[in-house]
């Protein structure tokens, strides 16, 4: 014992010596512990449930804490800090029973960060006793204390509580003492069987592996047929779980609950850990049914080997304010995705990119093509379908070799990070225009004037595939899909051969599709002919890529303001006079076709230069869904201490799929009921421009671009909810009112 | 809607790999989380200078009686001695919101220790250890990975005559090359005084 020590419980046994007794019990049954500046925390008395004893007649024995408001004492599982409260008896010829522990509350810091079990107010730890057939006299009965007693500070109390009972010819009950073991008597959690439930769980795998998550169903079913009452927050307390570091229920329906925990990263192979604790069934209203747990869950297996090993390097990061400086979160570990199933991820993103609202234009251009296409021989086919694919994965190669570059440049790059750059916009916008124009028929590609519409000319029509792969790629590009996303952001946090092998997969999944399509045999026969029809077609499908321009004008509004707009629309009038010059060109002969070129080109560049210089346009645009705030951490904090879960939108302007997501999801009534049901706090984090925080945070989650959809509960502020890019209104809700329920869990 | 469904079928499987490699707090067996902190004399600690040695995290608040109870029987002290001074490194973290280097420098002086005491007010270092009470142990081998996370001994209550001293054990595994016997427990203590 210390000095310190040994000073404090000097001060509490002489302030315990001027206690004032309560009127029901025997001074020498109350003791007053735990002094905070001179100030007993806590209170203390050795109850008994008989006035008088009958030798052999069962009677309860406890002890009767009270506590000042706001602070409390422990729980047998104290939780994340904190010391149980231990009763020990000397009972010379009476034999005590084990502890009976009342359902304990759960206390939390503001932050969520610490949990623990225990009591407030008031509560009674007791036993079952029976005095031994030759006692004669009085019982003397003692219990040592030793409780922590905590608010802010935590107080040590240790205390003996000593009072003696007349033994006598009958047992004779006291009323109110009876009463007080009855009210928290009726809290103790019941076996199963007495508690007329019984509990079943299945784990989701057939084994734990120490340090990784697990999942698993408890059910909960009533011997009566009655489905169990529902239950109120902070329903579950586990005990302390032999290797487990965390657990916690959910309530997904009445009588079932989903168990999510995870195995102790050091914990031994063959253990095989229960799951033991108490559930509280029921409501304040109906009235609880607290029962005890104590199922088997699944033996332990060893981590797999190379598992420490293959763990990432940590990051050195800078000082951050306050001095303290941590990498944000690890890099994206390379154990958990192989580069054999990142190459495939990304082969299957490339593939369901086309699908996405981005690559419809090129789709109504490749549909017009494949008409044309499949009528042609079957290795005419074959070269197209090798042409835009090689279209498509050239351009993924100089996106990848792109990215490196900058990369090696030491800035933070991501998917369709072209997008925040006004003149890449521009020049998409070109492209697109100058090829809506080729298709109205204002100038012929690549072909002299005497080429004649409609007549298949086989090496033009593979220069348009593989240009056509080319546009497929760059109009991809701020689109994202499932699967895509954890592939380009694991390749880039690797190494520069991984990015351009990923960059390739993509782009061979994007081809894949078309070209599938096209090889089929005897589809030409099902398909109309080619004839005027097509011209038509083709015109119309002229302004489908029109209809992208618009789509990219509001991009560059985000950009660079209304001038940034008009800006690059005036330089779209500049590349169609100019491709309509160069289209006069291709009807004329000798000097005035080179002079219609030059004009075309001075024309080009004259307005071009004077047109394209984009300033950043002050403020950023709101993101389509209303009630949201800009993404802060601080912010995102002080929702979290509030008690508030959080929504957390990584977009852009030009993320097709984020503004698809926001319109048909995020927007919608329903969504937006369940935010405002939960209380959700709702953050946009807008990559329309740079900015490295978000780059930083989505790297964070392995991705290197947007979308991405973080739900944060204010229980778990550490284990963010990475929900998929595509979203569904029952999916959004879903996890929303996961995170709101995740407050009453109990970790 | 049958697509999107389909889409999350696919990636909820990702989503499971997701926030698993996302973890950015300590964890035995896996590179513990670097830092940079100031100590009670001004002087900056990060946990990367100190890699080819051994680091024993201590998470401390003096105002604590287990943290009083453990400098009153010199625990500490008396754990950090016997080892090679160049070889073994003790920081003390006081992730206490109201504390300051004066008050840090105080108690020092009091209780008469050698090693510095780190001021993380701010508790991010704290959050990224998950340092839950005070004594909270961590002990750190020279590659930087961590070996050890929980308690300084297996006596809570400061009652028993011969107690485990988990730190030291620790200490004694690595500086032998074994392997470490106990790699975590549960800590006990005050809560840590975070900021909120």
């Known amino acids: 014992m210390t000095r310190q020590w040994r000073a404090m419980w000097a001060g509490v046994l002489l302030w315990a010596c001027g206690a004032v007794a309560w009127a029901e019990v025997p001074a020498s049954a109350v003791r007053s512990g735990a002094l905070d500046e001179g100030e007993p925390r806590l209170e203390a008395a050795l109850l008994v449930d008989a006035t008088q004893v009958k030798p052999g007649d069962p009677f309860r024995v406890g002890v009767r804490f009270r506590m000042d408001p706001d602070w409390h004492i422990y729980w047998k599982n104290p939780g ?216 088997a869950m699944a033996p332990l297996e060893a981590a797999p080997p190379g598992a420490v090993a293959a763990a990432p390097a940590p990051s050195f990061a800078g000082p951050g304010p306050g001095g303290a400086a941590l990498p944000p979160v690890a890099a994206p570990a390379e154990s958990s995705l192989s580069l054999g199933l990142a190459l495939l991820f990304a082969f299957l993103g490339g593939a369901i990119l086309n699908l996405m609202p981005c690559v419809f234009p090129v789709l109504a251009l490749k549909a017009y093509g494949f008409t044309r296409l499949v009528q042609e021989d079957r290795r005419h086919v074959g070269a197209h379908a090798l042409a835009y694919t090689g279209g498509i994965v050239g351009t993924m190669g100089v996106l990848a070799a792109v990215v490196l570059a900058v990369r090696a440049g030491g800035a933070q790059v991501g998917w369709g990070f072209q997008f925040q750059e006004p003149l890449f916009v521009a020049a998409v916008s070109a492209v697109v225009v100058a090829f809506a124009l080729n298709l109205f028929g204002v100038y012929q590609l690549g072909a002299d004037g005497t080429a004649l519409a409609g007549k298949v000319d086989a090496s033009r029509g593979l220069a348009r595939s593989a240009g056509e792969g080319m546009l497929a790629v760059v109009l991809a590009t701020p689109c994202s899909a499932p699967l895509l996303g954890t592939a380009v952001g694991f390749a880039f ?105 030059g004009v075309a080109l001075v024309v080009l560049l004259g307005i071009g230069g004077v047109a394209l210089r984009f300033e950043e346009a002050s403020g950023r645009r709101a993101s389509s869904v209303t009630e949201a705030q800009p993404w802060e951490e601080t912010a995102v904090a002080a929702a979290l201490k509030a008690g508030q879960p959080v929504f957390i939108d990584f977009t852009a302007d030009w993320c097709l799929t984020c503004k698809f997501n926001e319109r048909t999801v995020l927007a919608r009534e329903d969504v937006r009921a369940a935010f405002a049901q939960h209380q959700v706090a709702f953050f946009v984090a807008d990559w329309t421009r740079r900015d490295a925080r978000i780059s930083a945070r989505l790297a964070a989650h392995g991705r290197a671009g947007v979308p991405m959809y973080l739900v944060i509960s204010p229980s778990a502020p550490d284990r963010p909810e990475v929900l998929p890019e595509l979203l569904t209104q029952e999916l959004v809700i879903q996890a929303v009112e996961r995170a709101a329920g995740r407050r009453t869990d109990a970790t | 809607m049958k697509r999107a469904l389909t889409a999350f079928a696919l990636t909820s499987a990702l989503g499971w790999a997701v926030p698993a490699l996302a973890a950015d707090t300590a964890e035995v067996g896996k590179p513990a989380p670097d830092f940079k902190l100031k100590d009670e004399a001004g002087k900056e600690h990060s946990l990367s200078q100190y890699k080819g040695k051994l680091v024993v995290l201590e998470w401390t608040n003096p105002g604590c009686p287990f943290v009083q109870r453990h400098y009153g029987a010199n625990t500490m002290e008396t754990t950090l001695k016997g080892y090679d001074a160049t070889k073994v490194v003790w920081l003390a973290v006081d992730s206490t919101s109201d504390n300051t280097a004066d008050k840090s420098a105080a108690w020092k002086k009091t209780e008469g220790f050698s090693y510095p005491v780190l001021l993380d007010t701010d508790g991010k270092v704290g959050h990224a250890y998950s340092a839950k009470t005070t004594p909270h142990m961590y002990v750190i081998d020279e590659k930087g990975v961590l070996r050890y996370a929980g308690a300084i001994d297996d006596d809570p209550r400061g009652k028993k005559d011969t107690d485990v001293n988990y730190v030291k054990t620790a200490l004694d595994a690595l500086t032998t090359g074994k392997a470490v016997p106990t790699v975590t427990s549960e800590p006990y203590g005050c809560t840590v005084k975070y900021k909120s």
Do not use: N
Not at chain 1, 521 to 550: C, D, N, S, Y
């Open chain 1, 80 to 295: 994340d800090s904190g010391l149980s409260t231990e009763v020990s008896w000397d009972t010379p010829g009476t034999t005590v029973g084990a502890l009976r522990w009342p359902f304990p509350s759960t206390f939390r810091t503001p932050d969520g960060f610490i949990t623990t079990h225990g009591y407030q107010k008031e509560v009674v730890l007791f036993a079952e006793a029976q005095a031994s057939a030759q006692v004669q006299g009085a019982l003397t009965l003692s219990a040592a204390v030793d409780a922590l007693v905590c608010a802010e500070r935590c107080i040590p109390a240790e205390m003996v509580l000593s009072r003696s009972v007349p033994v006598g010819p009958e047992t004779l009950r006291d009323a109110a003492a009876t009463a007080s073991f009855d009210v928290f008597q009726a809290q103790v959690p019941l076996e199963g069987e007495s508690a007329g439930h019984t509990a079943s769980l299945t784990l989701d795998a057939p084994a734990l592996q120490a340090g990784q998550p697990f999942t698993g169903t408890l059910t909960v079913a009533a011997r009566d047929g009655q489905p169990p009452p529902g239950v109120e927050a902070d329903f579950f307390v586990p005990e302390r779980l032999a290797g487990i570091a965390r657990v916690a229920l959910t309530q997904e329906a009445p009588g079932r609950f989903r168990l999510e925990g995870k195995a102790e990263p050091g914990a031994a192979a063959g253990q095989a850990p229960r799951l033991k604790g108490v559930l509280r069934l029921g409501t304040a209203q109906a009235g609880f049914r607290p029962m005890e747990l104590d199922l």
């Open chain 1, 493 to 597: 946090a690797a190494g520069p051969l991984t990015v351009v092998a990923t960059f390739v997969a993509l782009g061979l999944g994007l081809a894949l599709p078309f070209c599938a399509l096209v090889m089929v045999p005897g589809l030409a026969r099902r398909l109309p002919k080619p004839g005027a029809w097509m011209e038509v077609g083709k015109q119309f499908l002229g302004f489908a890529l029109l209809g992208t321009t618009v789509w990219l004008l509001w991009v560059m509004g985000g950009l660079a303001g209304v001038d940034g707009m008009a800006r690059l629309l005036a330089f779209l009038v500049a590349v169609a006079l100019g491709a309509w010059l160069y289209g006069q060109s291709q009807s004329t002969e000798g000097t005035w076709r080179w002079v219609g070129r």
